[in-house]
């Protein structure tokens, strides 16, 4: 027996492991957004100090550049992450104030240029600007560099990490909780439904009527179908356990009356008398039950009738012809076919071979000594029509239209149950076809029974 398991908790895992993977690649994007953003906001910083000291740049009276750096211009990058600045000057004959190590951004011009590097073994960032002072004659070109340390731009990274990451899990966690009411409330019309189903009594096989979503209607069809094989399966159960009791009473206590009569026989002749009288009882039995199993294989194949497959009718009728044409000449009867080489349809093939066979044992038993017999096979546009004629004797059209009822026979003389011709019309509407009886007395016997054409499913 496989292990069960909660849909529930299979959605909910399902679902949480898809959030968890995109909170993953949301957070990898929001970390490398944290970063630009600190980085833009921090170089605004860098580039207001980096302009406040451009503009405190002046020529001396000696034509040489002085450099008054305000307070305030590194005052604003001062954080309390504690992080470290630098700044340099330099004219056009090399460095004037600052830090002489400090390295410069090349290609530095009238727009600010940024770039990392490190300084004294610590990461930095610094910004270069080249500008000149006018010393009302001409222009002296002049860059000035500030560079910072990076602890606050990393903090400033991280903070934005934690408050998206926490965005995200409180979202995860609410999609969670969502999905667990959600899926409860969905799972509602199965549980209405198992209810249904649990409090229905063992003999109630109706369908089931409980109003369920869409995803499940396949589910109740199929039970639905599995009910109806089941009821018409134990339905069948019941027929032939009922027609068994009742056929089977008979023969059974003629061969038990028989045996008492042989055990108080006087002589041989009475004893083997009533023996051969329990032995046709014992046939007759026997001869009742074939014909019940068989009506209870029609039951069953009934509720699987639209996976019959294909077969050769006129195939079928050749074959049990000359299998019975010993049989016919022993009574008397000629017995032939014509008809079609091939003729396809949707039967069951053991089946089909049985209503041939009883049609044939029907015109054996009853045509009598010099009658003819022929099994026809025939294709019309819709149809396949099979036919068993015989010249006999026949029968008034009133009392043949009720041979086709089981255990009704008008031949009380003669051996048989009243079942064939009922076998053959149960047979016949389990492909879908209907058979039909005609005769009229002094003008023979003749049963059609008529398929549907499959030459459009070959």
Same mark, same amino acid.
């Given at each position: 027996m496989s292990r069960s398991y909660s849909l529930?908790?299979?959605?909910?895992?399902?679902?949480?492991?898809?959030? $968890?993977?995109?909170?993953?690649?949301?957070?990898?994007?929001?970390?490398?957004?944290?970063?630009? =953003?600190? =980085?833009?906001?921090?170089?605004?910083?860098?580039?207001? #100090?980096?302009?406040?000291?451009?503009? *405190?740049?002046? $020529? !001396?009276?000696?034509?040489?550049?002085?450099?008054?750096?305000?307070?305030?211009?590194?005052?604003?990058? /001062?954080?309390s992450a504690q992080d470290r600045v630098f700044y340099r000057v330099d004219g056009p004959a090399g460095f004037i104030t600052g830090y002489n190590a400090l390295p /410069?951004?090349?290609?530095?011009?009238?727009?600010? $240029?940024?770039?990392? #590097? /490190?300084?004294?073994?610590?990461?930095?960032?610094?910004?270069?600007?080249?500008?000149? !002072?006018?010393?009302?004659?001409?222009?002296?070109?002049? =860059?000035? =560099?500030?560079?910072? /340390?990076?602890?606050? *731009?990393?903090?400033?990274? *991280?903070?934005?990490?934690?408050? !998206?990451?926490? *965005?995200?899990?409180?979202?995860?966690?609410a999609a969670a909780v969502v999905v667990w009411l959600a899926v409860g409330l969905s799972l509602r019309p199965l549980y209405r439904l198992r209810g249904a189903i649990a409090e229905r009594s063992p003999s109630d096989l109706s369908p089931i009527a409980q109003a369920v979503p869409r995803e499940v209607e396949g589910l109740v069809d199929t039970i639905n179908s599995f009910m109806t094989r089941l009821s018409s399966a134990l339905g069948a159960l019941r027929h032939f356990t009922g027609n068994a009791s009742h056929q089977l009473r008979t023969p059974m206590a003629i061969v038990r009356t028989q045996l008492a009569l042989a055990r108080r026989a006087g002589t041989a002749a009475d004893r083997d008398a009533a023996i051969a009288q329990a032995d046709a009882a014992v046939e007759h039995a026997e001869r009742v039950l074939a014909q019940l199993l068989l009506l209870a294989r029609i039951d069953e194949a009934a509720s699987d009738r639209a996976h019959l497959p294909l077969v050769d009718l006129a195939e079928i009728a050749r074959a049990v012809a000359a299998e019975r044409v010993p049989e016919a000449n022993s009574a008397g009867i000629d017995l032939g076919y014509e008809g079609a080489e091939h003729a396809l349809v949707r039967a069951d093939a053991m089946l089909t071979g049985e209503l041939i066979g009883n049609l044939i044992a029907n015109a054996i038993a009853y045509a009598g000594r010099g009658a003819e017999a022929t099994v026809s096979v025939t294709e019309t546009a819709d149809a396949v029509i099979l036919s068993v004629t015989d010249t006999g004797a026949g029968l008034a059209a009133d009392k043949a239209a009720h041979l086709g009822q089981r255990f009704s026979r008008e031949h009380g003389d003669k051996p048989g149950q009243g079942l064939g011709l009922a076998i053959v019309g149960e047979i016949a509407g389990l492909s879908g076809g209907s058979a039909e009886i005609r005769s009229d007395r002094g003008k023979g016997f003749a049963v059609t029974v008529s398929f549907p054409s499959s030459v459009g499913d070959v």
């Open positions: 529930r908790q299979r959605l909910l895992a399902g679902l949480l492991l898809a959030l $968890v993977a995109i909170a993953a690649a949301a957070v990898a994007d929001s970390w490398r957004e944290a970063q630009q =953003t600190a =980085t833009q906001v921090s170089d605004r910083v860098l580039a207001g #100090s980096i302009l406040a000291i451009a503009e *405190r740049v002046i $020529v !001396a009276e000696d034509g040489g550049l002085e450099v008054d750096v305000p307070y305030v211009a590194l005052e604003m990058l /001062t954080s /410069t951004v090349p290609g530095a011009g009238s727009d600010i $240029v940024y770039g990392d #590097s /490190t300084f004294h073994g610590e990461p930095i960032r610094l910004g270069s600007l080249q500008r000149a !002072a006018s010393s009302g004659v001409s222009a002296i070109p002049f =860059t000035v =560099t500030v560079a910072e /340390t990076m602890i606050a *731009r990393s903090l400033l990274a *991280r903070s934005l990490l934690l408050q !998206a990451a926490i *965005r995200l899990g409180v979202l995860i966690a």
